[in-house]
T-cell receptor, first 111, second 111 residues
Framework: QKEVEQNSGPLSVPEGAIASLNCTYS??????FFWYRQYSGKSPELIMS????GDKEDGRFTAQLNKASQYVSLLIRDSQPSDSATYLC???????????FGKGTRLHILP | DGGITQSPKYLFRKEGQNVTLSCEQN?????MYWYRQDPGQGLRLIYY???????QKGDIAEGYSVSREKKESFPLTVTSAQKNPTAFYLC??????????FGQGTRLTVV
């Protein structure tokens, strides 16, 4: 059984600070990794995709991947109240195109 | 407009009834997915399909059925065998081994 683990939170971060979200996965053969944001009652929206070890930056967001440690993280710089949401980590096993999600981390940005 | 369309947005089912949730995409994506989300929980995979006329069970397939007769369409039937069907149902699609994009979801309630 492939698993994706996240701390459920809530994670409270002051406005303007850096929010750090973490995720581990069990399938060492996984090749594709994604971060989604989900507001209450809405469907998930894609923030970042990352496929190779290292950092990938897009605006205020940085995704970090370490395949040896089976660990992927998301950093949000200059956190805004609008960043308050649940952040879902997802992993694609590549061999079977099966995308598995973690349970999500609730992030609360304190004004 | 390219995207994924789920219908209906809200659906009410009586005990013992089968209901079918629609999912259509015009993104020319090969893979399609159905997830279930319960309040405060992550996304759990019901079924997924990598190609027309083929689909695989996810982690919670019992009480559900799907078909993939066309590339654009992946309907989900919630059968009377599903004892606790009240949930938020999300359909997604992707190109092989890349990120998934979601429809707006269907909220199913048993009355």
């Amino acid at each position: 059984q492939k698993e994706v683990e996240q701390n459920s939170g809530p994670l409270s971060v002051p406005e303007g600070a850096i929010a750090s979200l973490n995720c581990t996965y069990s399938d060492r053969g996984s090749q594709s990794f994604f971060w989604y944001r989900q507001y209450s009652g809405k469907s998930p929206e894609l923030i970042m995709s990352i496929y190779s070890n290292g950092d990938k930056e897009d605006g205020r967001f940085t995704a970090q991947l370490n395949k040896a440690s089976q660990y992927v993280s998301l950093l949000i710089r200059d956190s805004q109240p609008s960043d308050s949401a649940t952040y879902l980590c997802a992993v694609n096993g590549n061999r079977d195109d099966k995308i598995i999600f973690g349970k999500g981390t609730r992030l609360h940005i304190l004004p | 407009d390219g995207g994924i369309t789920q219908s209906p947005k809200y659906l009410f089912r009586k005990e013992g009834q089968n209901v079918t949730l629609s999912c259509e995409q015009n993104l020319n994506h090969d893979a399609m997915y159905w997830y279930r989300q319960d309040p405060g929980q992550g996304l759990r995979l019901i079924y997924y399909s990598q190609i027309v006329n083929d689909f695989q069970k996810g982690d919670i397939a019992e009480g559900y059925s799907v078909s993939r007769e066309k590339k654009e369409s992946f309907p989900l039937t919630v059968t009377s065998a599903q004892k606790n069907p009240t949930a938020f149902y999300l359909c997604a699609s992707s190109m092989s081994n890349t990120e998934a994009f979601f429809g707006q979801g269907t909220r199913l309630t048993v009355v």
